[in-house]
């Protein structure tokens, strides 16, 4: 599976993103959201199964942002609310299901978000 992350861009603490991946080739597979701020080891943000009848998202991130899908348009979202500027990550979309990394085989190449307080 091929996956592309866009959507993000330079916002002020509090308003709203989404974020979108885009897939291709084998998508009947759960997904997943990570991030990576400068300095720091890539993190689970949230992860969906293929209905997405079953998700599951990351404390810090927990009742502010929304993982979803729309698997006839093969697009993975990340609807990021009340945005705070320690959310200021690369965020990446991956094929798998967990909180660790080594449970993803297919990564996208990113997209930046930038919180400014």
């Known amino acids: 599976v091929q996956l592309q992350a866009y959507g993000g861009g330079l916002v002020q603490a509090g308003p709203f993103l989404r974020l979108s991946c885009a897939a291709s080739?084998?998508?009947?597979?759960?997904l997943g959201w990570f991030r990576q701020a400068p300095g720091k080891e890539r993190e689970f943000v949230a992860c969906i199964v293929y209905s997405g009848g079953n998700t599951l998202y990351a404390d810090s991130v927990k009742g502010r942002f929304t993982i979803s899908r729309d698997n006839a348009k093969n697009t993975l979202y990340l609807q990021m609310n009340s945005l705070k500027p320690e959310d200021t990550a690369v965020y990446y979309c991956?094929?798998?299901?967990?909180?660790?990394?080594?449970?993803?085989?297919?990564w996208g190449q990113g997209t930046l978000v930038t919180v400014s307080s």
């Open positions: 080739g084998q998508t009947f597979s759960s």
């Open positions: 991956a094929r798998g299901w967990g909180q660790s990394t080594s449970r993803y085989d297919s």
